[in-house]
C-alpha cells in the first residue's frame, strides 16, 4: 500500500519489488493522524522520524533575511517529508515542516528503518534512487522560478497538485512564489 503510493508518485516500476515484500515494508510504519497546522519539526531539532504523508498536504519554511515566513516546499501526498534530510544526515534541521492540513501520515524511526533495509535490501537501492529524484525536483523548482513567471508557475502548480492544490492557502503559495499575496491575487483574476 504505502510502497506502491510511493512509487507511483516518483513513477518508479512497483514490479521491482512483490506483494510480500510491499507488505513486510508496510508493517515497518506506524500510522497516525496529524491535525492541520501541526510541526512535524521545528527548525534547529533532530528529526526522530521519516514521515511518508499517506493524505495530505505539508509546507516546508524558513524565516527569510526580513524575518517573514517563506515557504519553499510542499510535502504532498504519496511522498516523504523533507525532513527526512535531518532524519538521514542526523543532523539538526535547518527549516520547519508543519502540516497544512489534517494528514494522515506514516512514520519510521531510524532503528526500524535500518531494519527495514535489512529485511528487503533491494530498498536502499531504491530510496536512494528516490533521493536523487527528490533532488532533481528541488533543482528544477529553482531553474523554474528563473525561467517562468510567478502566473505560468502558479499554472504548473495547479496542474502538478491537483485536487490538493485548493487545500494550501493562498498566503503559502504566494510565498512559495516569492511574490505578495496581492500579486498572487491579480494573476488568479487573470486566469479565471
Given at each position: 500500500m504505502l510502497l506502491e503510493k510511493l512509487f507511483k508518485e516518483f513513477k518508479?516500476?512497483?514490479?521491482?519489488f512483490n506483494s510480500t515484500d510491499s507488505e513486510l515494508f508496510d508493517q515497518f510504519f506506524e500510522r497516525i493522524l496529524v491535525k492541520k497546522n501541526t510541526f512535524l519539526i521545528k527548525e534547529g531539532e533532530w528529526e526522530k522520524y521519516s514521515y511518508f504523508i499517506?493524505?495530505?498536504?505539508?509546507r516546508c519554511w524558513t524565516l527569510n533575511h526580513k524575518g517573514e515566513e517563506q515557504t519553499f516546499w510542499f510535502c504532498k501526498e504519496g511522498s516523504f517529508s523533507l525532513s527526512n534530510i535531518s532524519f538521514t544526515l542526523q543532523e539538526p534541521s535547518t527549516f520547519n515542516v508543519q502540516t497544512i492540513t489534517d494528514?494522515?501520515?506514516?512514520?519510521i524511526?531510524?532503528?526500524q528503518a535500518e531494519r527495514l533495509y535489512k529485511a528487503i535490501p533491494d530498498l536502499k537501492t531504491v530510496f536512494e534512487d528516490l533521493t536523487a529524484r527528490l533532488l532533481n525536483k528541488l533543482l528544477n523548482r529553482n531553474i523554474d522560478l528563473i525561467k517562468y513567471s510567478p502566473e505560468e508557475y502558479y499554472l504548473q502548480?495547479?496542474?502538478?497538485?491537483?485536487t490538493t492544490f485548493n487545500d494550501i492557502p493562498l498566503k503559502d503559495i504566494a510565498s512559495y512564489l516569492g511574490i505578495t499575496p496581492q500579486a498572487l491575487s491579480r494573476i488568479r483574476?487573470?486566469?479565471f
Open positions: 518508479v516500476d512497483i514490479h521491482r499517506f493524505n495530505g498536504i505539508a494528514c494522515v501520515i506514516y512514520k524511526d531510524y532503528q502548480m495547479m496542474t502538478e497538485y491537483g483574476k487573470r486566469i
